[in-house]
């Protein structure tokens, strides 16, 4: 999951996404989180994260999505997101 406090475009997202792309990782299961490149209206930063996925509850969620899970193995917990896996 790659979260980032921006737009994706041309951002952390994208360098990371080319060097994926370079080393052949195309299994790799990626999730961005990130502005839209778009205007955002003007509100509470913690609204605006909301809206765009950049909260608590959206980066569980891309964090589910990423490993293929609808269930709860990603929670979280306090100021943590915890992803229990089996190896």
């Known amino acids: 999951v790659l979260i980032e406090e921006n737009t994706a475009l041309g951002g952390f997202a994208s360098a990371v996404l080319e060097c994926v792309s370079r080393q052949r990782l195309l299994n790799a ?9 778009s205007f955002i209206e ?33 929670t979280i917990k306090g100021d943590h997101i915890v992803i229990r896996q089996s190896i």
Not at 58 to 63: C, D, E, R, Y
Request: proline share 5%; with cysteine; hydrophobic share 40%.
């Open 29 to 37: 299961r990626i999730e961005v989180v990130a502005l839209p490149d």
């Open 42 to 74: 003007h509100g509470q930063a913690a609204e605006l994260r909301k809206r765009c996925g950049l909260s608590p509850e959206g980066i569980v969620n891309a964090a589910r999505r990423a490993v293929g899970e609808s269930n709860n193995r990603a």
